[in-house]
């Protein structure tokens, strides 16, 4: 990969002295499409267990076809009759290869319950659009659609084919659905020179917006099943080697552990730029870990992640206990006590080094450490000049001032699948949120209204862009 920071820093030299004047909204008219699309979607229960992605894609199909696409440029299927991905394609010259938009249709189960709101109504209130995937990622699969029948109503000949694939079971089967299914089963519907996908995004401070981030990487991620078997007994009889105090034991010891703390290009870049947006005490610590190396930039580091969550999941491998389980009935002794942990892992950190720790970490025979699954291990994208240039330039001309920050995702997204296969990726969207109020996953999860249509205007121009 080109030397990520010459490469950023050149790019955003090209911004001085263009001059592109454009609304920071788009049109009325498509402001309305793109939020008839996404409340039908959000209403649309497409849960990964319990939900179909099908209806969504069908829904999305027939518009296409109102909007004048041709049975012939619009693929509906999947792995499953529940399980549909939407691929349509938007013809252009042919000059250059094909540019893919990813989107993901399935969301994360919610509960009524659970949530201020009915988590599958689409309200509008306070200045937020609320519902289950209005974050994650029925806003950015909206707007791939309107854009893409706002570009065919204005006769938009592109040099690039544009292809928008909305995707099932990012969230729970990926594995074998959605975007790998693709891959496996359609790749030559998908087949692109770049795709641009959810990860990245704008980032707020209170009402300030402070960059926009552009993924260019991802942590892998991994599941282990902590394991410990034993012949049990009856419990008026205990004995000390106890199947569940193996697994407490294991897990306690895991939770006083920390991988070691490292930086690559990417995260170097990230937090330089950083350093020139953060306010406070840790804009020194920020760019000693971008520029520095040794004890100075070990301290810094240990600093920064003393204070942020988030920022020590950037610096390390992690890996935390998310499920338990043992013993099979009130009087007796337990036969079987599991854990599962998931680790999401550094770039350049295998999984065998990870597993090698864990094992290391418990140091205990009793306590088996598996692996759940297959893992993953993607490359980062190269940090195209192209692609760079083109976010952090209308990054700036429609909000000027706002920076464009390389990062790698602490989270995983179907990009890792497109860049093993050799398509690189990059996390692009232009929504912005509040970083310190993050509700992708959790209860009353909501998008910012202007924020929504802010974006929508901005991933108009950057594929229009990207695509002559």
Aim: charged share 25%.
């Amino acid at each position: 990969m080109a030397r990520l920071a010459v490469v950023f820093l050149a790019a955003m030299g090209l911004l001085s002295g263009i001059g592109i004047s454009a609304a920071v909204m788009p049109p009325d008219a498509d402001r309305q499409l793109a939020r008839e699309i996404y409340k039908e979607m959000v209403e649309i229960r497409s849960g990964y267990t319990t939900g179909s992605t099908t209806p969504v894609a069908e829904a999305v199909a027939a518009r296409l076809r109102v909007a004048g696409f041709p049975d012939a440029d619009i693929f509906v299927s999947g792995a499953s009759p529940k399980k549909a991905n939407l691929v349509v394609r938007y013809h252009g010259s042919g000059a250059r290869r094909p540019i893919l938009l990813l989107a993901h249709t399935d969301v994360v189960e919610a509960n009524r319950e659970d949530w201020t709101t009915d988590p599958f109504q689409f309200i509008e209130k306070d200045g937020y659009f609320y519902g289950r995937g209005t974050a994650d990622d029925k806003a950015q699969a909206a707007v791939w659609i309107a854009n893409l029948i706002r570009y065919k109503r204005e006769g938009y000949k592109p040099a690039r084919d544009i292809i928008v694939a909305l995707t099932a079971d990012e969230e729970g089967g990926g594995a074998y659905n959605g975007i790998t299914w693709l891959l496996k089963n359609k790749r030559e519907l998908i087949e692109a020179d770049l795709a641009l996908n959810e990860g990245g995004g704008g980032m707020m401070v209170g009402d300030k917006k402070i960059a926009n981030n552009i993924q260019v990487s991802e942590k892998s991620y991994a599941d282990f099943k902590f394991e410990v078997r034993n012949k049990g007994g009856h419990s008026s009889v205990p004995v000390p080697d106890n199947a569940i105090y193996h697994l407490a034991t294991a897990l306690e010891r895991l939770s006083r552990y920390n991988f070691p703390l490292k930086t690559d290009e990417v995260t170097r870049a990230y937090f330089r730029e950083m350093a020139k947006v953060e306010e406070g005490t840790f804009r020194e610590d920020l760019a000693k870990i971008a520029d520095g190396s040794g004890d100075v930039a070990r301290e810094a580091m240990q600093r920064v992640v003393s204070a942020s969550p988030r920022w020590n999941s950037m610096l390390r491998t992690t890996c935390v206990a998310t499920e338990l389980a043992g013993g099979h009935a009130l009087n007796a002794l337990p036969q079987l006590a599991t854990a599962n942990v998931n680790c999401r892992i550094f770039p350049g950190d295998s999984i065998e080094s990870v597993q090698k720790a864990l094992r290391q970490v418990v140091a205990d025979d009793q306590v088996a450490v598996r692996v759940q699954g297959d893992v993953d291990v993607g490359p980062a994208s190269p940090m195209r000049p192209d692609v760079l240039k083109t976010v952090a330039r209308w990054s700036d001309t429609l909000w000027p001032g706002v920076l464009t920050i390389p990062v790698m995702s602490t989270g995983a997204t179907d990009g890792r699948y497109l860049r093993i296969a050799g398509i690189p990726t990059y996390g692009v969207s232009g929504f912005f949120g509040d970083r310190d109020d993050v509700r992708a996953h959790g209860r009353d999860e909501r998008m910012n209204v202007n924020s929504f249509y802010e974006g929508q205007n901005f991933l108009y121009e950057v594929v229009k862009e990207l695509s002559n």
